[in-house]
């Protein structure tokens, strides 16, 4: 498995060297990334196009107010939002699976997955008692915001539970997090109980993730949180490498260790907690993406991140694009999608890893 | 060749004609019971797209269908060029009525309810809609005529319960303050199950206290419902008096739920379902 060698690169460049393959790679994802944004903003149910709109602005005419809502408040904030959900889940995995030693590894593994769907059912069927003044406050943003603070908290809970004399332990984390998934799992399932059939309904929608409820609000409140998460990934590219040899040979190599994973750890919550927030469950972007770069450039997270990054948003946008367009003028919820790409990829890579990890 | 040269000339001037009263108008009907009460008011020429759960009349599924009328996405609504949309209480999310209004098109939320002037109440605000309020009155009065004529009062009304699904075992029934609780009452019947509002999973001691003389299951599309014999062998609905007689009603989920021009046609078919037989 190409993540366990990956210690024999911390040396100056020789035989072997992937990073020129990288640097084309790292290329080609960002023009595919642009193409996907251009077209995130001309394809969708209704035949408007942004090449035409433009064209009808520079010759001088009045675009349409329907042609104006469609591009500027659905189609603008859906592309930069998913562009930005993607790249979030991507690296967020790609850090996970770093951090953890383990090709398997997701952003769910922290607890950030569960906390945030916990948090956002408790919006859907209690989100009827708030006091009216919070409820006037939050208002259709309630379902975010609460997804938010339950990722968060299961994180920062689970963190402490790991840590221990100021060392975290990630296989404490691990284990702790089954369970606190386990607990969850079963909170959610009483609220699930005794939910109506409407908020039933709205559950199984956000289980299933999707862009359209894309708004400037959203993009203006997650996106900083997105963009400094993803800011982190020059300081962890340097230390998760090292981390491929062992915390103490790392410790040994000058890495601060602690310090490392705890800015992975809040990275990982943060990004993942405002992708989920305004997204809903999204599956296996944070699988594939990572994967599939380790299998062309390598395991170096110095390329590995930033590409996940630029991989993830482009994908995400040609999955939303088919989440628009397929059964046009409905919509199909865009977990499906990722999840059709990412079940059988999450076979492969099983199959393939089964010899190296003897699982 | 003349008579065909006239004819064609007819047809052209004509067929402008009857469109053009409405030509600007652009429909989107979200909710069975919208469709059903706008096809009824006889304004469905008006529409250009319906929503998932507009089945009825089945003539309305070959509109365009813009998903589910709870998560609707704002370009599919807005990519059929609607001037006004109609929907059912309860249609969303918020986000996307927010962008519709940002893009000045109409969206017009129907009051929903489950007893006799709920209908009524229904009929006329989706007439308004339509700005067709003297049609809304003329088909309300008729329907709640109908519905006042129904002759489903009796004595001693059977304990009925509505099952929504049995799945692994469990059965879902529903409570109080639904569709269903107010349908078996317009039926003449009286709901088994009262101890909650909404469709619950009921345990199985819960069936046999309930006690249901009648059972009534919708019918689907695709039957994935329960068979008649497997339902019979459930431990909790085998001690159930229903259970004894065999009584089992089976009636199309819109018609039966929808509250609509079409509820009295449901009150009368399930009254003649639970008391038929005696």
Known sequence: MAILDAGIRLSPPQAGDRGPQALVVLILCAALLLMMIIASLTVGASGTSLLQALFTWASGEQIGLREKVILFDIRAPRTLLGALVGASLAVSGAVMQGLFRNPLADPGLVGVSAGAGLGAILAIVLGGLLPAGIAAVAGMYTIPIAAFLGGWASTLLLYRIATRKGRTSVAVMLLAGIALGALTGAIAGVLVYIADDNQLRDLTFWGLGSLAGATWTKLLVAGPLMILALSTMPFLARGLDALTLGEATAWHLGIPVQRMKNIAILTVACATGASVAVSGGIGFVGIVVPHLLRLTIGPSHKFLLPISALLGAAFLLAADMVSRVIVAPSELPIGIITATIGGPFFLFVLLRSRGVLDI | ?278
């Open chain 2, 1 to 278: 060749m003349n008579t065909l040269f006239r004819a064609i000339l007819m047809a052209t001037a004509v067929a402008p004609l009857s469109t053009m009263a409405f030509a600007e108008d652009r429909i989107v009907s979200v909710g069975g019971s919208i469709t059903e009460i706008i096809f009824a008011l006889g304004e469905e020429n008006r529409l250009v797209a319906r929503d998932t759960t507009s089945s009825f009349p089945p003539i309305a599924e070959d509109l365009p269908d813009v998903g589910y009328m709870r998560a609707l996405s704002p370009e599919g609504v807005l990519s059929v060029n609607p001037t006004l949309i109609i929907a059912e209480d309860g249609s969303g999310p918020l986000e996307t009525v927010q962008v519709l209004e940002s893009a000045e098109i109409p969206f017009i939320t129907i009051p929903d309810g489950f007893d006799r002037t709920a209908v009524s109440n229904k009929i006329q605000s989706v007439a308004e809609a339509l700005g067709v309020p003297e049609k809304g009155t003329a088909l309300a009065m008729d329907v709640d005529a109908q519905l006042a004529a129904l002759d489903t009062h009796v004595d001693d009304p059977a304990r009925v319960m509505f099952i929504l699904s049995v799945q692994g075992g469990r059965i879902m029934a529903s409570g109080t303050n639904t569709a269903a609780d107010g349908i078996i009452q317009l039926a003449g019947g009286t709901n088994a199950v009262t101890g909650f509002e909404g469709y619950k999973p009921l345990t199985d001691e819960a069936v046999t206290l309930a006690a249901p003389e009648v059972i009534v299951m919708m019918i689907r599309d695709g039957d994935h419902s329960i068979a008649d014999t497997a339902l019979w062998a459930h431990p909790a609905i085998a001690t159930t008096p229903a259970a004894q007689t065999q009584s089992l009603v089976r009636i199309d989920g819109l018609l039966l739920l929808g509250f609509g021009p079409r509820t009295p046609e449901a009150a009368e078919t399930l009254h003649a379902a639970i008391y038929g037989q005696n």
